[in-house]
């Protein structure tokens, strides 16, 4: 029997505005049935794709496949007109299978599947259009196989459980994440403190917990991690020297991944990539030129504050860390190997530097509404970026999460 579908306690919104922008800078991964489908496509025989190659393969032993994307980061298959040509020529049901859902999401859980949005989307992103409620049909085809089940996700690194009581931790991030008491930046440093005084439980001792005694113990974190944020708010510091590099080497990867990143994935373009790099690490001086219309700026720009913002501005991102959290996302869809407390620290990672992002997007008049949109789109494709899910960024993750300087870092960069 198939799941169950479920949308989130959060109502989400979204319809399609045909700005083409989930055609641009997205790679398309294909599953087999794609792959079936494009060959009979005969795209070698259309005049304007002879010689044209339109899919690519990654990897050497498991191989993967994507759209093939042009030099300026749209699809092969993105016409002028800003249409998909699969769907001029042979229609709907034609396109990969990610496209026709996009910006649906599904989640399968052990008994559901959560029905979410790909805020990479504009219209998803600013949260218009209708209510996902009512499009539950329309992500019905894409549940996985009924004899596909979904392993629950580690608590910590070295700890498992199961869903009963990875639930039990779940709820209380997505309570402390939805608790609208409290502006988004303090929420954030209640996850972060709940966190912490998880990690700090003997590991030894809580594998021996039956669910009653985890769930005490949730209560009791849940409660203190209110109690002990104040302390991040009174004295704001800047991260140390070695984690502000980790933090900047982040924030270089997600800018890759906005709507007008000018970096291809290119052989013409590695010197660039690496003189980049290597101005992130230093942290002096002005910015690259990484993303087209950002103003010019230098490091120490960034690191002033901007002062009290109007609450309606932080809508957009409210949301979208809401629905991160009450979704699973952080902790499922490509994060195998990641625990549900790594996945979490990701998306509070994740936060500074939209913020960071923003700073250098508005320039020095201000911070400008506008410009959150496309960040929030760089965020969600970082679900879905390789160099933000491997264990070289888990570890980067853990390394900044180490003494606080995590808290630092969120609380610095909301000021």
Known sequence: MALPIR???????????????????????????????????????????????????????????????????SC?????????????????DAKPRICRLFPLQL??????????????????????????TKQRAE????????????????????WGRDWNDVRLVHGALERLMSDRRFPLVRRWIHILQFCRHLSDCHLRKLKTFDSKSLSDLVDVLESAALEDAGDWFSDRQPPSAAMAVLFRQTAGE????????????????????????????????????????????????LERPHGQLDPKILVPLDGYFESLVASWRYATLGYGNWSLIDGIRAGALSYAVALWLWRWASGPEGIRPEEIIPIIGCLDRGMGYGPLLGGRHRQRVATIAGDGQLERLVAWYAR
């Open 76 to 92: 092969v298959f993105l016409t002028a007109e800003g249409r998909c040509r699969i769907h001029e020529l042979h229609g709907f």
């Open 254 to 301: 997600y800018s890759r991944l906005h709507p007008r990143s000018l970096v291809r994935p290119n052989w013409r373009q590695r010197f660039g990539v690496a003189r980049t790099a290597l101005k992130l690490v230093r942290g002096q001086g002005p910015l690259p030129n990484l993303i087209e219309g950002f103003p010019t700026a230098t490091f120490t720009d």
């Open 139 to 158: 992500g019905r085809p894409f549940l996985p196989p009924d004899e596909q089940e979904t392993a629950p996700p580690k608590i910590l690194r070295r």
């Open 7 to 73: 949308t989130l306690p959060i109502l989400e919104h979204w319809d399609c505005q045909q700005c083409g922008q989930c055609c641009r800078g997205s790679l398309v991964r294909l599953d087999e049935e794609d792959l079936a489908r494009l060959r009979e496509q005969h795209w070698e025989e259309q005049p304007e794709f002879r010689g044209v190659r339109t899919v690519a393969s990654h990897g050497l032993f498991q191989k993967t496949h994507t759209l093939v994307q042009k030099p300026d980061g």
């Open 107 to 132: 989640v399968p859980l052990d008994n559901v599947a959560l029905l979410t949005m790909r805020r990479c989307c504009p219209s998803a992103a600013a949260d218009t259009g209708r209510p996902v």
